[in-house]
């Protein structure tokens, strides 16, 4: 069977809950699907100032070597002035040994991601986490238009050829939509399948 890690920063809980609609999406395409989440880098005291969401249901990603038992692997974090937030690059900045190994070399990957407006930094932030995907030597499966909710301007809506998104609102007050998140299992549930497909 498929192993896919779905693994994910999440502040305030969008992206925890997009990450398991990909989980959703991925377990659909016939994959066995683990969720982790990577640490918690900020301060304590800045992390309570800023209300930032401290529990969660999925566990901590055990270290970078786990990458490499998975398939796939889909990547999911908010943004951060245009890029993944700083706990998601001290993450990636730990998989050197990987890249050296060529371990994720033929895996695929993907990636998803939230930002408080429409114009947020949603691409950027996508291409910050699929530039460190590609550099791994992996296989990128966007949000392709098979996925048609991503279309129309008729309410307002995240998603991108690049990959699944959400739109939190300036206070984070917006959880992800229906369409949203039924953008994120399409893309989880394509990323299943290619990676079946090349395994």
């Known amino acids: 069977m498929t192993k896919v890690l779905v693994l994910y920063y999440s502040s305030y ?3 925890e809950q997009m990450a398991d609609a990909v989980a959703e999406g991925a377990r659909a395409g016939g994959a066995d699907v683990d969720i982790r989440r990577v640490a918690e880098t900020a301060p304590p ?4 100032a800023a209300h930032f969401k ?3 249901a999925h566990p901590l990603i055990e ?3 786990a990458l490499a038992d998975y398939d796939a692997v889909i990547v999911g974090s908010p943004t951060r002035f245009g890029r993944m937030p700083s706990q998601m690059a001290a993450f990636w900045d730990t998989t050197g040994g990987l890249w050296m190994r060529g371990a994720l070399v033929g895996k695929v990957g993907g990636a998803f991601t939230s930002t408080a407006s429409q114009h947020g930094g949603q691409e950027t932030t996508l ?3 699929i530039t460190n995907l590609l550099h791994q030597g992996m296989t990128i499966v966007g949000l392709d238009y098979g996925f048609q909710g991503q279309m129309g301007v008729d309410e307002v809506k995240g998603g991108s050829p690049y990959g699944a998104t959400t739109i939190a609102g300036g206070d984070g007050s917006r959880m992800p939509s229906a369409a949203e998140l039924d953008g994120a299992r399409y893309q989880g549930k ?3 399948e290619t990676a079946a497909k090349l395994k």
């Open 45 to 48: 005291e800045v992390a309570a």
């Open 13 to 15: 809980g969008h992206i």
């Open 127 to 129: 291409f910050s986490i």
């Open 63 to 65: 270290g970078p070597d």
């Open 54 to 56: 401290t529990d969660s």
């Open 190 to 192: 394509r990323i299943a």
